[in-house]
């Protein structure tokens, strides 16, 4: 048969029910943490957005950069189309010069 272990004669407290000097200080700075806590939660919600939200602006300023390359390139085509209008009034376009080249 096995015999039990001998019972310790002084329990040992776990460490979190020592004496602690300046408790009140602690205390007050865990409800001071908490406090913390609870107003950046209120602020950024739970969702964490804060950190997303550095992913959120290279894709806002991308897209800005590609919608004004698209405006440039529309703004292009009708200056082109514009100008070639203008060139067939004057008599300059390639149909002016087709018809010189044709008596």
């Given at each position: 048969?096995?015999?039990?272990?001998?019972?310790?004669?002084?329990?040992?407290?776990?460490?979190?029910?020592?004496?602690?000097?300046?408790?009140?200080?602690?205390?007050?700075?865990?409800?001071?943490?908490?406090?913390?806590?609870?107003?950046?939660?209120?602020?950024?919600?739970?969702?964490?957005?804060?950190?997303?939200?550095?992913?959120?602006?290279?894709?806002?300023?991308?897209?800005?950069?590609?919608?004004?390359?698209?405006?440039?390139?529309?703004?292009?085509?009708?200056?082109?189309?514009?100008?070639?209008?203008?060139?067939?009034?004057?008599?300059?376009?390639?149909?002016a010069q087709e018809t010189s080249a044709r008596p």
């Amino acid at each position: 048969m096995s015999t039990p272990p001998p019972a310790d004669p002084e329990p040992q407290l776990p460490e979190a029910f020592h004496y602690t000097p300046d408790e009140e200080k602690y205390v007050l700075q865990a409800d001071a943490l908490r406090h913390r806590q609870l107003r950046s939660a209120l602020l950024y919600g739970s969702s964490r957005y804060w950190r997303r939200r550095q992913q959120v602006w290279p894709a806002v300023i991308g897209g800005l950069i590609l919608v004004a390359l698209i405006c440039g390139v529309i703004a292009l085509v009708g200056a082109f189309g514009r100008q070639q209008e203008v060139n067939e009034e004057r008599g300059w376009g390639a149909n002016a010069q087709e018809t010189s080249a044709r008596p």
